[in-house]
């Protein structure tokens, strides 16, 4: 689930889809600004070249985009490419991420589900489509042990999401909402106090016992953990089969129709990548620290991306059934209108892939572009 731009209250208070989905799914860690990378792979000499001559590839400096990251920090996407060159930019918030697909800035992106869905929305389904998963899980309440020792105990007291509205936020509401408890989805204030905190200074917000625990992300929660947090709940514990979307793939519609190749060659890319990750868990996560450090200077320590790593779970199938879930828990929190997702989706690619591969093909629970 598993880095979020500031959603201002007033706006949100409009309840409106578009606002709700500018916030983001998932926070990242590292660089302080949006920008290009420097140092990307070059085409081997003589390689043949698709139909495009670049492909411009979006992501965040964060765990969950693990597939991203591996992939161009162990070539892998450029084996696929050939000759096409692979450029990429790594973000801090869903919507600038967003607003360069629609520029044009980028091709393809990493990007969790609440700006994916603001994406299309605000598009009125014409500005993307999702055309794979990248990753599931990573979520987590951590909370006090001193103070909290069970769920009852968590009534009366203050509990960080990371953003109004966010995916975690939908989420850790839904779940309250569930137990029987209210809470005002705005202001936060009811039978448990919610309180809207950035993952950065999370960690330091729980130190300060400002809040007594945060159902948050990873590696917000293993950062929390080495600060004498508990598990309390794993939010993969509630989902079917134990997943839910946490990072998609998704493309610009205009790249998709005038590059189909490229986009088949990314895809291809993202597949072995995922198979890559799955044989080689400790190579993989050591690259992804790789990757991290050279994208801000600093990588996670042990203690934090070893737990953390172990609760991600890079996948090619998007679980196109819990986008939907997420959406319909927004709804219900009283935070949006029934948004319609249909067609948000184009899965060929992918399942064209997976087919050549051997692989089953992964579904769109309905919400297909065709």
Not at 32 to 55: C, I, Y
Not at 272 to 284: L, M, R, V
Not at 294 to 308: C, F, Q, R, T, Y
Not at 326 to 352: E, F, M, R, S, T
């Amino acid at each position: 689930m598993p880095a979020s731009s500031t959603l201002r209250r007033s706006l949100l208070a409009a309840a409106t889809l578009p606002l709700l989905f500018g916030a983001l799914a998932a926070c990242g860690y590292g660089s302080q600004a949006d920008k290009e990378n420097a140092g990307n792979a070059a085409p081997a000499p003589g390689a043949k070249k698709l139909s495009a001559d670049t492909v411009k590839i979006g992501y965040f400096p964060n765990l969950t985009h693990a597939t991203a990251l591996v992939g161009v920090q162990e070539g892998l996407f450029q084996k696929e490419l050939g000759g096409t060159a692979v450029k990429t930019a790594t973000f801090n918030a869903g919507p600038s991420e967003i607003e360069a697909l629609n520029a044009g800035s980028i091709d393809i992106g990493w990007i969790g589900p609440s700006p994916a869905i603001n994406g299309f929305t605000k598009s009125k389904g014409q500005s993307l489509r999702i055309i794979g998963g990248s990753a599931s899980g990573g979520v987590k309440l951590v909370v006090n042990p001193a103070k909290i020792k069970s769920v009852d105990e968590l009534k009366g007291k203050n509990i960080a999401t990371p953003q109004l509205g966010n995916t975690q936020d939908v989420a850790f509401l839904n779940w309250i909402a569930e137990k029987g408890w209210k809470v005002d989805p705005q202001s936060g204030k009811g039978d448990v106090n919610v309180v809207r905190t950035d993952n950065k200074i999370t960690p330091d917000a729980y130190k300060s016992g400002s809040v007594d625990g945060a159902w948050v992300p990873e590696p917000t929660a293993s950062k929390l953990v080495q600060e004498g947090g508990k598990v309390l709940l794993d939010e993969s514990d509630l989902w079917p089969d134990h997943q839910f979307v946490i990072t998609n793939i998704v493309v610009s519609q205009k790249f998709l129709k005038a590059h189909p190749d490229v986009v088949e060659a990314v895809l291809r890319g993202s597949v072995k990548t995922n198979e890559w990750i799955a044989t080689h868990p400790d190579q993989a996560k050591a690259s992804v620290n790789a990757a991290l450090k050279k994208l801000s200077g600093k990588e996670l320590p042990a203690n934090v991306i070893d737990p953390a790593w172990k609760s991600i779970q890079t996948l090619d199938d998007p679980l196109a059934a819990s986008l939907q879930a997420q959406a319909d828990h927004a709804v219900k929190a009283g935070l949006l209108k029934k948004p319609d997702l249909k067609g948000i989706y184009d899965l060929d690619p992918l399942n064209k892939v997976l087919k050549s591969l051997g692989r089953p093909e992964v579904g769109d629970a309905g919400l297909g572009a065709n």
